[in-house]
């Protein structure tokens, strides 16, 4: 038992490269598909004929390939990170650069599925922790390209953390319950404060969802970390953005992303961060 429990880190960490790589697939395909489905809806209910574009390719059905030339990629041209090394970042057929995301996105499924084995061990609390590693990893992947943050992730993990909750995995359901109201309510409040004093909007709904969704994951004991952390990170790597590209202030900066890294670092390190932050205090 003790040789399986050593072992399960590393077989988490191969699980998440393969599964990283599945992720990269979603990060690219999903929107399209969404785009495409929010305008042949908004077209039915305007009664306008639907456009005769191409469907956006499937994300499970249709095989991985080139982006710029279309080539279908062999079996040993997928392999996670090896491939992309192999292959020194370059299509083989057309010699097109690959995107960095790919094996950044692998890297880190990768390792944050190892570490989350390694924390919780074996168990329930394992395979939850896993589901809300990876859908994290994809619903921030997309916000950053996008700035979307797409319901079919912020809402399930909602639910999810509320329902586990109800087991007592991680906190108990009236914890949970009030973490995901105060989660919501916290940057509602923020969002329309900022709106009805400037006239902008600061910040999307899907913000709300997220935090609320990592609320009832850690509890409302976590949201104050998890925004103090996201806050900073937000400000620093963003304002680092900002002048490193030339860019105005009015460029738009996902706040997603920050929330997600702040929110799996409270869920998996929370007790040991607020640990080290009282003994720093000499309160233990």
Not at 84 to 97: E, T
Not at 181 to 197: D, P, T
Request: proline share 6%; glycine share 12%; charged share 15%.
């Amino acid at each position: 038992m003790q040789e399986l429990m050593e072992l399960a880190p590393w077989a988490a960490l191969g699980l998440g490269l393969l599964v990283g790589s599945f992720l990269n697939v979603v990060i690219l395909r999903l929107p399209p598909r969404l785009e495409f489905g929010w305008k042949r809806d908004a077209r039915e209910i305007l009664e306008l004929p639907q456009p005769e574009d191409a469907v956006p390719p499937g994300i499970v059905l249709k095989g991985s390939h080139c982006p710029k030339c279309g080539h279908d990629l062999s079996w040993y041209e997928n392999v996670p990170l090896l491939s992309w090394l192999a292959l020194r970042g370059r299509c083989r057929a057309c010699k097109a650069p690959i995107s960095m995301q790919y094996p950044i996105i692998e890297a880190l499924t990768g390792v944050a599925s190892y570490l989350i084995v390694w924390k919780f061990g074996i168990g329930a609390d394992a395979i939850v922790g896993l589901i809300l590693t990876w859908m994290l990893i994809a619903a921030s992947g997309i916000d950053f390209r996008t700035t979307l943050l797409p319901d079919q992730f912020t809402l399930p993990l909602l639910w999810l953390g509320l329902i586990v909750s109800v087991y007592g995995l991680y906190v108990d359901p009236a914890t949970a319950i009030v973490g995901a109201a105060v989660g919501y309510l916290s940057l509602w409040s923020v969002f329309w404060g900022f709106k009805l004093l400037t006239g902008k909007e600061g910040m999307g709904y899907g913000d709300f969802k997220l935090l609320a969704a990592l609320g009832a994951f850690c509890g409302w004991q976590g949201l104050l970390p998890i925004v103090l952390m996201s806050s900073l990170g937000g400000a620093a790597i963003g304002g680092l953005y900002l002048v490193l590209g030339n860019k105005d202030s009015q460029t738009q900066i996902p706040f997603g992303p920050f929330l997600a890294v702040a929110g799996w670092v409270q869920f998996v390190f929370g007790t040991e961060i607020a640990d080290a932050y009282f003994r720093l205090l000499g309160m233990s």
